[in-house]
């Protein structure tokens, strides 16, 4: 999609699968949230950084900025 919340980091995609990084994450709004961007969408896999995961992507954002 041309325009990712900004809550998204890390997008990358390989074939039919996207993975972001998710900062604002909500299980009640995630589903809607990606039907909302990329409609038809049939899978989404969830699964928790470890904190050293969370910290490099936050610090790689910062210094990017």
Known sequence: PAQLPPGWMQVSADGNV???????F???SLAA???S???GVTHVDVQPLPLRAIF?????AARER
Do not use: K, N
């Open 56 to 60: 490099t992507t936050l610090a790689r």
């Open 37 to 39: 961007i990329l409609p």
């Open 18 to 24: 996207l993975s972001f990084i998710h900062t604002r």
């Open 26 to 28: 909500s299980a009640d």
């Open 33 to 35: 949230q990606i039907d």
